[in-house]
């Protein structure tokens, strides 16, 4: 009943989201075809804007954007005449999401093994050089790792491709390069949660009932501790899929986020404003998903 | 006397400060903190050359002549690193106080008013958190820049475009990031709204903003000093990643997002110029794990968790 009420109430977030970015895209000065291949004479300048609905008011061409969007029709792109922003989404979504996607394992992969090892061993030298890597990571942004791999695995021993996508050695660099950074992010906040379970009073009563210590961690002290990972990890898939703005630049990656670099400069309207609505929707219910999760992980979680 | 524990009791702040000079890696990463930020202030006018000058140097690596070597210009590597340094933490702390100054006063007016304009404050809040951050800084800066360039042109300045973007960096980072600052101060001032204190004051017939100033702000100081220091190493990953885009601070100024958007454009097969990438994004590493260390090294201090 509850998650049914938070998706009626996902509609109107959604309405405002998108008139938000509406106008404020329409705010930005410059017109889409300001930039190259300007039309030769007003006339036809006039022509193009009637094509693209731009003469219409503006409060006219948002409903036909919202008209469009339940259809799920993003509309024509401005810049590339011939595609819609569908095609260039159907293009890029699939590689920013397996990038992201695999970023994603390897964040989960490294970061929670190293966040219940640290917590584990906590005080002692394992605690320390695990925890040593979680903060490194977390201070390193991918702008400086991604430049720093390509030099040094890259150009200067030659063991992975400098840049493009296409095949698994491709795809290594940008994996580790966004991965890590997320790893050190999970590992911490792992090692937060397992520590504060293992001192919580049912973990005392399992252990009083004489399992062992192995048992009482996977039976009872996993679960609860992994609700902070759990609640990054929705915010994270979004920041994946953004963050890798940089990764998809630096390695040429033909992904969605060069694709709303690419956008935003050349003013593609319709564009910008379909990728805007895709990250807000996948961003929305990735954190229901999350609080969804919630309930099945702790059962002292109860919505209304 | 600063010893005593005698009679009178210590004020908050004067414990939580006595609290973080005990907390050794904290009071190190705010003296580095200070040692970079005196440097970048220090240095450039002592130095031999300018940020922007020129030279037959090109690509130097490191020497006494250049310290932390030359770009693909013979520029000095170590004076434009502390330009960038000044840009790069001017932004941060600039843009930190743009989210204050939204945070609290939001979160303020919609935790003590309550009721229907609380609800309407805290669902505008909700729908920014629902568009990426780093998206609507992209979004806010090109609305707000023509605006800023308008404006500067009538002041007849004379560095309009990169002044321009300077300013529109300041409010589109500060924007994105008072969000989480204004659910704490609700979440705070809810709290301290009921409390007895503040109800005496009512009665008094104190006015809403006297009692605002008077008994909320104070109060929620402390959580706001330390939200602050927590957001401001994320406002300035924020600037150069939008600077290493080439969206971020423009050409004549330089960041240290954008040196190292600089030395990734000179990655090539045949020499590898390292000098060019490790300096500046090693600078940047560091101060973000001190501003960390500082962010915990406050909480602490503060004891948040306990107060919340």
Redesign the interface.
């Given at each position: 009943m509850y998650f049914l009420k938070r998706i009626l109430w996902l509609i109107p977030l959604l309405l405002v989201v998108s008139g938000v970015c509406f106008a404020l895209l329409r705010l930005t000065p410059g017109s889409p075809f300001d930039r190259e291949r300007r039309p030769a004479s007003p006339e036809i300048e006039r022509q193009i804007a009637a094509k693209y609905h731009l003469d219409e008011p503006v409060w006219k061409q948002y409903g036909r954007f919202l008209r469009d969007l339940l259809r799920g029709d993003f509309g024509p792109s401005l810049k590339y005449r011939n595609h819609t922003v569908n095609d260039l989404i159907r293009q890029g979504l699939p590689v920013s999401m397996s990038l992201g996607a695999l970023a994603f394992c390897l964040a989960l992969g490294i970061g929670l093994p190293v966040g219940c090892y640290t917590a584990l061993r906590r005080g002692r030298w394992g605690d320390y050089v695990g925890s040593l890597y979680a903060l490194l990571m977390v201070c390193v942004p991918v702008f400086v790792l991604a430049p720093l791999l390509v030099m040094f695995l890259a150009v200067r021993w030659h063991w992975f491709p400098v840049a493009l996508w296409g095949s698994v050695r491709h795809a290594v660099l940008p994996v580790l390069a966004l991965g890590l950074f997320y790893s050190g992010r999970v590992a911490r906040l792992m090692r937060e949660g397992l520590l504060n379970t293992m001192h919580a009073e049912f973990i005392k009563t399992a252990r009083a009932k004489g399992l062992s210590e192995t048992a009482v961690l996977l039976r009872h002290g996993l679960r609860p501790a992994l609700l902070p990972v759990v609640s990054y990890a929705g915010p994270m898939l979004a920041d994946l899929l953004t963050g890798s703005f940089v990764v998809e630049t630096i390695f040429q990656i033909p992904g969605l986020g060069a694709a709303f670099l690419n956008g935003f400069l050349n003013r593609d309207y319709s564009l910008v404003l379909g990728l805007v609505m895709l990250y807000a929707v996948l961003l929305v219910f990735l954190n229901l998903a999350v609080d969804f999760i919630y309930t099945l992980l702790d059962p002292r979680v109860k919505y209304e | 006397m600063s010893e005593g524990q005698g009679t009178t009791p210590l004020s908050p702040g004067r414990r939580a400060w006595r609290r973080f000079r005990q907390h050794r890696i904290a009071v190190a990463s705010a003296w580095f903190l200070l040692c970079v930020i005196g440097f970048a202030v220090v240095y450039p006018p002592l130095a031999r050359y300018g940020p922007n000058e020129l030279s037959a140097a090109q690509f130097a690596p490191p020497s006494a002549a250049h310290w932390l070597g030359t770009d693909v210009h013979g520029r000095d590597l170590l004076v434009r690193l502390c330009h960038g340094a000044r840009i790069s933490l001017l932004v941060g702390v600039a843009g930190a106080g743009v989210c204050l100054v939204m945070g609290v006063v939001w979160g303020a007016v919609a935790g003590y008013w309550g009721g229907r304009v609380d609800s309407v404050m805290m669902r505008a809040v909700?729908?920014l958190?629902?568009?990426?951050s780093?998206?609507l800084a992209?979004?806010?800066m090109?609305?707000l820049e023509?605006v800023f360039r308008r404006w500067l042109d009538a002041w007849h300045c004379t560095k309009t475009p990169a002044l321009a973007r300077l300013g529109v960096l300041f409010l589109a980072l500060g924007a994105v990031s008072w969000l989480t600052m204004a659910r704490v101060v609700r979440g705070q001032v809810l709290s301290l709204r009921s409390r007895a204190f503040v109800d005496a004051s009512r009665v008094l017939g104190a006015s809403p903003v006297w009692i605002l100033r008077r008994h909320i702000v104070p109060n929620v100081l402390g959580v706001v000093i330390v939200y602050l220091t927590l957001a401001l190493p994320g406002i300035v990953?924020a600037e150069?990643?939008l600077s290493?885009?080439g969206?971020g601070v423009q050409m004549p100024l330089a960041s240290w997002?954008s040196l190292?958007?600089e030395?990734?454009e000179q990655?090539?097969?045949i020499r590898?110029y390292?000098w060019l990438?490790?300096y500046p994004?090693g600078l940047?590493?560091a101060t973000?794990?001190a501003l960390?260390f500082l962010g915990d090294g406050l909480r602490d201090a503060w004891d948040i968790r306990r107060d919340s």
């Open positions: - | 909700d729908v958190y629902c568009v990426p780093i998206i992209i979004v806010l090109a609305v023509p990953l150069s990643f290493f885009l969206i997002g190292l958007a030395g990734t990655i090539n097969p590898i390292w990438l490790v994004g940047l590493v973000l794990l960390n």
